[in-house]
């Protein structure tokens, strides 16, 4: 019991260095995102119009501001690298990709499209605040915020 503790530290502190060690590299290797995280004032923001469902706040002016989708699960579109690691780990399905065609842009490599979708925040209101996609998101585009 106590040695399958040990290994689960490990796996978590294992994929939080590997989170960290993504977030430090330059916007450059991080292609179609920001270099900064989600703001978090971004309830201070005006909310421009509604998606889905849901608002979006910010500036939209496509295809390089896609604004904050999101109240209480936020995600800045703006920093998202779509990487689906959010979807992955919902245990409730929040999240769906939503298609943002004219901000294609390949990653550092040049044969992936990255920012061709987002995470969007479809059910934010099935979110029971596990808070597992705003700890795996590699590069802090999303923030829950418990109502």
């Known amino acids: 019991m106590i040695e399958a503790h040990s290994i689960t530290l490990n796996l978590v502190c294992c994929r939080t260095d590997t989170a960290s060690n993504i977030r430090s590299q330059p916007a450059s290797q991080l292609q179609g ?14 909310v421009v119009q509604d998606h889905i469902g849901h608002e979006v706040r910010g500036t939209i002016q496509p295809p390089r501001k896609l ?38 842009t390949p990653n550092a490599s040049g044969q992936a499209i990255l920012a061709a979708k987002k995470a969007d925040p479809a059910r934010e209101n099935d979110c029971i605040f596990c808070r597992a996609c705003e700890i795996q998101c590699p590069v802090t585009a999303i923030k829950i915020t418990e109502p």
Request: proline share 10%; with cysteine; glycine share 6%.
């Open 33 to 46: 995102a920001s270099n900064m995280p989600i703001d978090p004032e971004f309830m201070k923001l005006p």
């Open 67 to 104: 604004g904050i989708h999101g109240k209480t699960v936020a995600v800045d579109f703006d920093v998202c690298i779509a990487d689906g690691i959010c979807i992955s780990v919902c245990p409730v399905n929040v999240f769906e990709w939503f298609e943002t065609p004219d901000c294609e």
